[in-house]
């Protein structure tokens, strides 16, 4: 079904924010699509000009290769439950480059498409967590593999998509990868590191495990599209999580390619759920679901990180706030890797077993 | 054996009315040896190169006493040489390098292992004599895991031992036995390289071919040349390794017998040491233990690899009250097993690795008949090449007779009983060795409180030889020290302050 | 009378158990012992069909099925046809000649959950209309709340009932809950005298598995020990492909021995195991991997 065919929805809200939001330099043709809202810190901006306004409507990767073969353009879909899904609402947003011209146009994820991902998280939880540790280290294993495999392709698009320069984007990707391959190795010793064996003074014995706690809202960082990305999805599935992941930064369609990285490293369907679009519009939502049991969050203003620890309470959910790195060679270095990073998203357990014959 | 093994030898039909026939037998099926590929000689892995050596001796498959190869045995200048290339790796690039650098290594390793995991499986089972249903679903898969799981404790070692410095220790020398010689390859070169150290391996001297295949998976891996070494040969090249000056640290896996004079040797250097050596595993059997499940235990624990298993559990001590019941089951149970070509999928018990090792349980079998024992042997027909030997049980058996005190290392079990928990406990401990111990009971807190008084490194509850990479596995008293698996297992190969 | 007392029963290890299920099916099974394992599949099948929209038509087409399976080529029939109480008559009269047995589920199949009485003159009325075999159900729920009385009795009574007819007791294992439950429900059954044990119905989720199953084998193998009386297996519901069914052959030969390996005391209920085995079977005999539209449906 293309997005024109959708039909139109109901929800009254969100026609207003579309109208509100709209930028008034879109075209008043018809176009569904709207512009994304200028992202986070100017990480890069340095190299490059914010995008001015746009001067045609013309895809700049629209032409013709350099055999003068006309191109086969990609449609960013959001991955949910193990499936490559449009918005239920049919809606897009507007990638641009330095110039302002369209570069592609994602998903705008909608309050549905977020319970839905949700709901697919929730589904595939059980099941994750029964995974055996091996059987979950080598699944990110092979996600480290497959990002490995598509290197160049991450590149390009991070120089096309999130206007790096070939040195920045190459560090992105082996930094993602070496983490993806780091957090991989976590996931059949966390258990050992992390539990206890209690000497209690009666005759029993008591150990305490960790749990993974359930489904994580993720909400990924704004500079760091894919190495960010990877150091909040990691920690939190390895344990046997699951999660959904809200992605608004400066090119939400590398998480599009990494779900297409980690659709083919034998995840299990719903495992991570990965949204494009709005976190303003997602982020209430998500705070206020009561099946969701821990979120994570990289970046946002104040206003959002407030919200996320008042609206946490309803549920008791656990939160953690990662700090975001100010530079791609910080997200890089190896202090943004850690233990202490899958602790937040665990419950401990302790048994008491009698001992006697 | 003797007639008197003959009579002891009653019909299934008699035993328990049920009759396991040939009504529909299994076919011969085989495992083709088409597409694995090994060379007719060789010498040594040394510095990343096959070297040519100089004494020559032949390797056999035990299920044909055919020659599959000739491997070169290591004098002391070939052992010299393949320390020093191990030193001059590990003073020159593996202790420098980045620990997230040496995970990928290992981590190629462990893959490439799994890409060769059939090979791997046919030239096991074609040296060692082992079924291939175990080679390719036991000793194979955990190869793969244990290098895949030590790869991801290279660049996370400060977590392993949190408040310490670690550090490398050197080059690491490993002598390793003939049940495993795959599996024990990983056990010590894992840990070892992601610890930071290099390695000088000897394989044992009747399976050898395996470690040639790990040598060529190094190669492919582009593993830098010398980190890992291997060197063919017996006795005198192990004491070779031992015994060199530059060796930081000796891990040996074999017999009590030469772990003491490994100990002795080493005695006055700075040499560290872990032992992993015999054993004479208790396999408990309680009354409330669920009775067919204890008998599939005690089966896996005896006959597992021809019962050449170290932690085999070779001594069954059975409560008085269950001890009939639990006799005639096992007896039915081993009319099931097959016996028979390694190679054939539908084999459970394949050859004796040696014929010196044939003999040694034919006389320690022979001893047990002789101190008044009651001996029990499957029906099953035996191959007319080969060295096999029948599943068998020896029931009446004293706490003194040799029997219950000897390693057999053979498919051999010698029945106990007990009254009590704690007579149970006391029999079990009632051994110099302490490596492994099973308990059978439906009871939680027994299987705790049997387990706390049990004098073993192993005890499994309601099962029996389980293995994981990430479990750490080795002895008590004479079984030896030190452990391997787990994060246990980094700390013999790190100095840790 | 006295009331039936539930006999000390060994329990079972659920991780052992599963273990030892799964090491059957890493028999390597070929060509002539592949052959032989499919024809005993086939002799030892209850062809199946039960659905509210079975009708006499359908009944018909699948006892000329059960029959011949496979024409222009010698192929054995199946055991049985199963089938619900009203189509007895109908299978009866489409098998006359043949040595294809009529099973039906009767006792308010499948839940049980009706007036002994009335499930009990259900069993009359579908012997009465020929059935040669009856898959009666025990009250899972009055089992579940340790009636076990109870359930001895209704099974003796449903026994009777049958008089000449063979009884199968289905334990609906899926519904039990745990292996030891499986075990004292197979022993239950025994001791009341059914000639058979029988996993499942086929309408809950969790049909017949081989640990399952390997539990009911040893309950049969401990009784066989202790009474000499050779009770019959039949797992059913689940077993869709031709290599399942050997695996549980091999389960059979393996647990209880060559005397087991006959339709006598080994069944498979299946409704669409039958053409699978069939594409096995003209696979051996031509080499070439089949295709369903090359097979009747029924």
Redesign the interface.
Known sequence: MTQTQKKKSNDSSAKKHTKESASPKSPSNGDASQEAQSKGPAMFSASQKQASAPTDQRLVSGGRNENGRLGVHKTYKMWVGGKFIRSEQGRVLSLRNAEGDLVTHYVRASRKDLRDAVGAARSAQAGWSARSAFNRSQILFRAAEMIEARRETLIARLQEHARMTVEQAALEVDGAADRMFWYAGWTDKYVQVLSSVNPVATPFFNFTIPEPTGVVAIFAPENSPLLGLVSMIAPVILSGNTCVVVVENIAPTLAVELSEILATSDFPGGVVNLLTGLRDELQPHAVHHMDINAIASCGGNEAQRRSIQEAACESVKRVHFFEQPNSLEAWAAEDQQSLYWIVPFIEWKTAWHPIGV | MTTKTQEEKAS?RDM????????????P?PESTEHVRYAQRYGHFINGQFVDGKDYFPTINPATEEVIAEFAAADEAEVDRAVQAARNAYDGVWSKMKPAERAKYIYRIGRLIQEKARELSILETMDGGKPI?ESR?VDVPLVAAHFLYYAGWADKLQYAFPGARVSSLGVAGQVIPWNFPLLMAAWKVAPALAAGNTVVLKPAETTPLTAMKLAEICQEADLPPGVVNIVNGAGRTGAAIVNHPQIDKVAFTGSTDVGKIIQRAIAGTHKRLTLELGGKGANIIFE??????AV??IIQGIFFNQGHVCCAGSRLLVQESVVDEVV?KLRIRME?LRVGDPL???TDIGAINSRAQLEKIHELVQSGVDEGAKLYQSSCSLPERGFFYRPSVFTEVAQSHRIAQEEIFGPVLSVLTFRTPEEAMKKANNTPYGLSAGIWS?KGSKLFSVAGAIRAGVVWG??YNQFDPASPFGGYKESGFGREGGLHGLKPYLEVR | MQSYRLPKI????Q???E??AASFT????????KR??LE?AIQMMDLTTLEGMDSEGKVQMMCKKAVQPMIGRPCPSVAAVCVYPTLVGVAKRALEGSQVKVAAVATAFPSGQSFLPIRLEEIRQTVAEGADEIDMVISRGAFLSGEYARIFDEVAASKEACGEAHLKVILETGELGAYDQVRKASQIAMDAGADFIKTSTGKVSEAATLPVTLVML?AV?DF??QT?KKIGVKPAGGIRKAKQSWHY?VMV???????W?TPDLFRLGASSLLNDVLMQLERLETGHYQSNLYFSED
């Open positions: 299934t328990a009315g049920l009759l396991f026939g040939d009504l529909w037998d299994y076919a099926a249903r679903d409330d233990a669920a009775i067919d499940q599939e235990g005639q099931s054939d999928k539908n439906d309601n099962t | 060994p329990t079972v290890d991780v052992q158990v273990a030892r890493k028999r390597s099974i070929k060509k002539e012992t032989a394992a005993m040893e193998r066989y020990m000499g052959l030969k393996e647990t209880l021995g060559d005397d390996l």
